[in-house]
Every structure is written in C-alpha cells, then in structure tokens.
C-alpha cells in the first residue's frame, strides 16, 4: 500500500491511500476459505459448496471488509510513525472519487486529515500565578458545625407552630361544602401532615401562622399550591389526575405540632460527626472541623488555581489556528442526530477546549506524568469520601470507601472523568512546584466572587 500525506498549511492535511490487490488477496482468500466451511448452502454438504459460488455470494463483501481493515491500519500506523498529531477521525475528502470494489484495483482513497496546531509552552518560576488560600474563621467553623447540629437533630412536641421554626403540623382533613360545612361524603385524610412554610401563597400560608393544638383552620389547598398538583394530591391521598377541578375549602383541624430542634453539641454529636472517642471536647471538635473545612478549602483552592494557570497559559501561547472546516465536519459525524445549529452553537466551545487539552497534554508531559491503575482508583475514592462529606459523613469506613469507588469505576461513563480528575490531581501539584505562587489570603466571600468571575 502506498501513502502520501500534503499539509502544505500546516493544520488542513490529505492522506492519500492507494491499496492494490497484493494487499488484500492473501486476507480475502482466508476469510473465504473460512465461510466456505461455515456456509449452509441447500443442495451441498458443509464444507463442499464450490468456491466460485463462495466467491459470487460474499467475495465483494469479504474484500470490503479487507479493504476497510488496511485503511484503518495505514492510516494509524503512518500517523503514529510520523508524530502526526491528528484531531479527531479522518474525514472522506471531497476530492475522492468512486472506486469500482468489483475490480481489482489498485483503489485510492482520499481523507482530510485535522492536525494539531504547531506550538509550545513552557512553564518556570518567571511565570507568577495567584493562588488563593481562604480564611478558615470562626463564623465558619459555627456554620459548619449547625449544619452537623441540624442534620442530627430530632423532633420534638410543641403547644404553638412558629413560622421561624421547622414546625410540622398534622391534623385532619375535611372537604367543605359551599355553606363551610363538612361535606357528606367528602375527601377526609385523617394525621394529615402540613409544612406550612413550604405553601407557596403567603395569603394561604398566614392562616396558620398562630396555629396552635386542637385549631381548626379553613384553607384551600389549590389556592395554596397553585401550578403543583402533585403537591395537593400527595396531600389529600389522590391521584394527581383527580386534582384538576378541585377548587373546595377544606377544614384542618390541629392533633399535634411537632418542632424540628438541632442536636446539642456534646459527645454524642462529636461521636456522630467524628467516629465514637476520636473527639472528646467542644475545642477538640472545633479544631477538628476546621481542619475539615480548610482540607476541603484547599481542594477548591486547587480547582481555582488550575483555572487561573489555564488562563495565564493560553495568553502566553495567544491565537491558534485550528483546521475548523474540518473539525466542524468530525463534530457533526459525531452528533449526527443533532444536526447543523448543534455544531455552530458548541463548535467555538469546544474549540477552547480543545486548546486548553493540548496545552495541558504539553504541560502533563513536561512534568513526566503517569497514571497508573493505583492512582485511578485513590481518585475514586477521594471522589466518594467528597461526595460523603457533603452530606456531613465524615467517618465513612475505608472498606465502604473502596467498594463505592469500585461501583463508580465498573460504570464506562464514569471512568474517563475519573482519569481525567486524576491527571489533573497530578498536574496541579506539579504546577505548585513548576510556577511562582503568589499568595493571598482571602474570605470566603470573596474567593466565591474570584470563582464566579
């Protein structure tokens, strides 16, 4: 097979391929040889249909697929030989023309070929980047702290409802004829359970506002919750279907209102929060959340440092010219159901990300990354132990740990985002190391407004 590839602009390239019969026959004759023997044919035993019939029935296809097989190899073999840093899949060039596959060649096939931009950039302690560290004071470690509180925190009765509070309220639910009467026959819900703060009308919402046991009070639920009749339906115990024309007043009458009251901050919140002896006093556990909130303050600090050094990095290697005719072309076969607008719309999007990732696979490689199977799943892991934390689970199991990361890895899905968050892990610290630091001490509120920019 013979291969020329043309890149006379450096970033638009054609690869001519012209494969003739030496090419292919060996191959063909085997996968031949191959059906022959597998082949069902009325009239012949297995193994005994005459290779001309063969050769008539899937010769033509057996060849195509040979064919098909070379140009994929040659084109990723004479790419690869040639440090060609080819952008997405080879394209069918406009310049092809048809080729007679009932022949026997030679054929010639014509692709566009989108090539890399030709650039370099380098990174040193003369190239001076912000790194922000945020002030872990003590409003924070409060807030961090009734956040603990409220998620282990219980219910407990109450005489009166307070709208400043999480009261619930539960009652009985009576349907009213048009004189304010219980309905005969009427929706009833016996220990039905109402957040009245959660009712989106404030008029509906302050008929409850000094409810106290044993009230009754007239509302009406679609009033009250206009535009959500899954709301009114998981309510009144009906199908959200049955709720449309319902437009009665319904009677609530108050059994019990229960108050929603955080966790006092003693051992046995420390023991929740940190695993049971690890923490023994209310200085322990401030100290050791604040340790929590500046580790995972560092992570975000991490996060808004890679942005800035992407940024810093891709003024310092200015404009690129990107084979965009083509590449537009790659985006399209790749979104086939989505047409034209989708390409125009995300086509100057993924063109900056398409700089930033061949800038960052300079930077991985000047800084000799590697990522091996270990690395991806610490990367999980850490990814499940955020994921917890969030939530205020700070003392998962190492055990549970490993097998949350092993579901996540077992999804396809999830595993690229993974390997890419693992090589950015890496790259971050090298660029910690690579670059001058300039660092400034900030509030939370002002690295948030930094973020947001």
């Given at each position: 097979?013979?291969?020329?590839?043309?890149?006379?602009?450096?970033?638009?390239?054609?690869?001519?391929?012209?494969?003739?019969?030496?090419?292919?026959?060996?191959?063909?004759?085997?996968?031949?040889?191959?059906?022959?023997?597998?082949?069902?044919?009325?009239?012949?035993?297995?193994?005994?249909?005459?290779?001309?019939?063969?050769?008539?029935?899937?010769?033509?296809?057996?060849?195509?697929?040979?064919?098909?097989?070379?140009?994929?190899?040659?084109?990723?073999?004479?790419?690869?030989?040639?440090?060609?840093?080819?952008?997405g899949e080879p394209m069918p060039s406009d310049k092809q023309l048809p080729q007679d596959l009932e022949g026997d060649g030679p054929f010639e096939f014509i692709f566009d070929i989108a090539?890399?931009?030709?650039?370099?950039?380098?990174?040193?302690?003369?190239?001076?980047?912000?790194?922000?560290?945020?002030?872990?004071?003590?409003k924070l470690v409060d807030q961090q702290i009734d956040m603990f509180a409220s998620r282990n925190g219980h219910y407990e009765k109450v005489e009166a409802y307070s709208e400043d509070q999480?009261?619930?309220?539960?009652?009985?639910?009576?349907?009213?004829?048009?004189?304010?009467?219980?309905?005969?026959?009427?929706?009833?819900?016996?220990?039905?359970?109402?957040?009245?703060?959660?009712?989106?009308?404030?008029?509906?919402?302050?008929?409850?506002?000094?409810?106290?046991?044993?009230?009754?009070?007239?509302?009406?639920?679609?009033?009250?919750?206009?535009?959500?009749?899954?709301?009114?339906?998981?309510?009144?115990?009906?199908?959200?279907?049955?709720?449309?024309?319902?437009?009665?007043?319904?009677?609530?009458?108050?059994?019990?209102?229960?108050?929603?009251?955080?966790?006092?901050?003693?051992?046995?919140?420390?023991?929740?929060?940190?695993?049971?002896?690890?923490?023994?006093?209310?200085?322990?556990?401030?100290?050791?959340?604040?340790?929590?909130?500046?580790?995972?303050?560092?992570?975000?600090?991490?996060?808004?440092?890679?942005?800035?050094?992407?940024?810093?990095?891709?003024?310092?290697?200015?404009?690129?010219?990107?084979?965009?005719?083509?590449?537009?072309?790659?985006?399209?076969?790749?979104?086939?159901?989505?047409?034209?607008?989708?390409?125009?719309?995300?086509?100057?999007?993924?063109?900056?990300?398409?700089?930033?990732?061949?800038?960052?696979?300079?930077?991985?490689?000047?800084?000799?990354?590697?990522?091996?199977?270990?690395?991806?799943?610490?990367?999980?892991?850490?990814?499940?132990?955020?994921?917890?934390?969030?939530?205020?689970?700070?003392?998962?199991?190492?055990?549970?740990?490993?097998?949350?990361?092993?579901?996540?890895?077992?999804?396809?899905?999830?595993?690229?985002?993974?390997?890419?968050?693992?090589?950015?892990?890496?790259?971050?610290?090298?660029?910690?190391?690579?670059?001058?630091?300039?660092?400034?001490?900030?509030?939370?509120?002002?690295?948030?407004?930094?973020?947001?920019?």
């Open positions: 097979m013979k291969i020329s590839f043309e890149n006379q602009d450096k970033v638009n390239g054609l690869m001519t391929l012209s494969v003739e019969k030496a090419d292919y026959e060996a191959n063909v004759e085997k996968r031949l040889k191959d059906y022959r023997k597998k082949a069902n044919v009325p009239g012949f035993r297995p193994g005994m249909v005459p290779m001309g019939l063969i050769k008539r029935q899937y010769g033509t296809a057996a060849k195509l697929d040979e064919v098909n097989k070379i140009i994929g190899e040659g084109i990723y073999n004479y790419v690869k030989e040639n440090n060609i840093q080819m952008l090539v890399a931009p030709d650039f370099k950039i380098e990174l040193t302690t003369k190239d001076k980047v912000n790194y922000y560290e945020i002030d872990v004071d003590d999480r009261d619930m309220l539960k009652g009985d639910l009576r349907e009213l004829d048009a004189y304010g009467n219980t309905k005969e026959g009427g929706i009833t819900v016996a220990d039905a359970v109402l957040m009245p703060q959660y009712i989106k009308v404030d008029e509906q919402k302050q008929l409850f506002a000094a409810a106290k046991l044993g009230d009754i009070i007239t509302f009406n639920p679609k009033k009250a919750y206009p535009e959500n009749d899954s709301e009114i339906a998981g309510l009144l115990k009906m199908k959200k279907e049955e709720v449309g024309d319902l437009t009665a007043d319904f009677s609530y009458q108050v059994t019990e209102i229960s108050r929603y009251v955080n966790a006092p901050v003693d051992q046995a919140l420390f023991d929740q929060v940190f695993g049971e002896g690890n923490v023994t006093s209310e200085a322990d556990f401030r100290a050791k959340v604040a340790d929590g909130i500046k580790a995972q303050f560092a992570g975000e600090s991490d996060y808004k440092f890679l942005l800035d050094v992407r940024k810093y990095a891709e003024e310092k290697v200015g404009e690129l010219t990107f084979p965009e005719d083509i590449l537009k072309r790659v985006m399209k076969a790749n979104n086939k159901d989505k047409g034209d607008e989708y390409v125009e719309k995300n086509f100057e999007g993924s063109i900056k990300e398409l700089k930033w990732h061949l800038i960052k696979e300079q930077l991985v490689a000047a800084a000799g990354i590697k990522i091996e199977d270990a690395d991806v799943k610490n990367t999980a892991i850490q990814m499940a132990r955020a994921q917890f934390a969030q939530y205020g689970m700070n003392n998962v199991p190492d055990e549970y740990l490993e097998n949350y990361a092993n579901e996540m890895l077992k999804k396809r899905e999830n595993v690229d985002s993974i390997v890419n968050n693992a090589i950015e892990r890496k790259l971050t610290v090298a660029l910690k190391d690579m670059v001058k630091l300039d660092k400034k001490t900030v509030t939370l509120d002002e690295f948030n407004k930094l973020a947001a920019q």
